[in-house]
Nanobody
Framework: QLVESGGGSVQTGGSLRVSCEAS????????MGWFRQAPGKKREGVAA??????GTHYADSVKGRFTISSGSAAVYLQMNDLRPDDTAIYYC???????????????????WGQGTQVTVS
């Protein structure tokens, strides 16, 4: 189970950190990702962090502004210099890492949280 928290409203240029707490026993190399979906738009990958030396991965639109990190059974997304087009519901996801895994593609993630709203005005 994945549960997001930390969304909210912020002005342009501000910062927010969203968190995702994971529960349940999962064995094997994993990737945890953050995705977002704005009204009327397709869900898109924002950032991913993986075990097994697969590192971190970011969408071009957030590079240099967002940072993904992980802790004990949790993953975080620090968002700085937020812009109105960052407004979306942010979802946490988990997927089993395999050769050819697409770090920012929704189809490769099996488990999803319920989402948390981030609004930038």
């Amino acid at each position: 189970q994945l549960v997001e928290s930390g969304g909210g409203s912020v002005q342009t240029g501000g910062s927010l950190r969203v968190s995702c707490e994971a529960s349940g026993n999962i064995v094997g190399p994993m990737c945890m990702g953050w995705f977002r979906q704005a009204p009327g738009k397709k869900r898109e990958g924002v950032a991913a962090i993986c075990t097994g030396g697969a590192g971190t991965h970011y969408a071009d639109s957030v590079k240099g502004r967002f940072t993904i990190s992980s802790g004990s059974a949790a993953v975080y997304l620090q968002m700085n210099d937020l812009r109105p087009d960052d407004t979306a519901i942010y979802y946490c996801a988990a997927g089993f890492l395999y050769p050819g895994f697409n770090y920012l593609e929704t189809d490769d993630y099996r488990f999803w949280g319920q989402g948390t709203q981030v609004t930038v005005s």
